[in-house]
């Protein structure tokens, strides 16, 4: 599969089969992030596989967040919420915290961001190459204080700027115009 193919075919998954990922070939998508532009050679971007435990905590809390959205409407429907939002967490074959390290001044930090965002991307394109679906995932857990803890991350020193759900998808959406034509979004200057 070639870059082109790969960007214009990559679709978010958000259902996984449950075969896992081989780890060498997790690591080979991961080593794709490394190689994303970063200005000043800070390479800012840190990569936290979750293991099994961690990954069972955060799907109960996953479900807490969820849980507390839908609480306010109805207590069943939190409840329910709850539970299938835990198990959908535990479903997911690998989970990669994207993390940026926090340092210098908000140009170096605005930058750092912006490079761990094209690693991330790095990453999901080379996963798709290989047949492996991911969503880049900002849902509450990643914010919380929780996830900080049980990564072993100092929330003054690193960002966690997402997770990255990944596995083989159950299912790929269809490609659908979703984007805005580029004459949309695209000028030229006299
Ligand atoms: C910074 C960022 C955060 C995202 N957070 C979420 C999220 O929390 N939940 C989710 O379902 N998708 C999330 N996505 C994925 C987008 O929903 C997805 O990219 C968008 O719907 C376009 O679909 P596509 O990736 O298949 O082209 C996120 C994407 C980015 C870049």
Known sequence: MDVLEAITTRRTIARFRPELIPPETLR??????IWAPNHRLTEPWRFVILGPETQRRLAARFGE??????AAESAER??????????????????????VVQE???????????????AAQNVQLAAWAEGIGTKWSTAG??????????LGLDPARFDIIGFLFAGYPAETPPARPRRLPL????????
């Open 78 to 99: 939190g409840e329910r919420l709850r539970i299938d939002s835990e198990r959908m967490f535990l479903a997911v074959p690998a989970i990669i915290a994207m993390v």
């Open 28 to 33: 080979a998508a991961l080593a794709a992030g």
């Open 65 to 70: 967040l969820k849980a507390a959205k839908a």
């Open 104 to 118: 210098g001044d908000q140009q170096q930090r605005r930058e750092d961001y912006a490079a761990a965002c094209c």
């Open 183 to 190: 004459e949309e979004v695209i000028r030229t200057t006299p």
């Open 141 to 150: 857990v990643t914010r919380d204080p929780l996830a900080y803890e049980l």
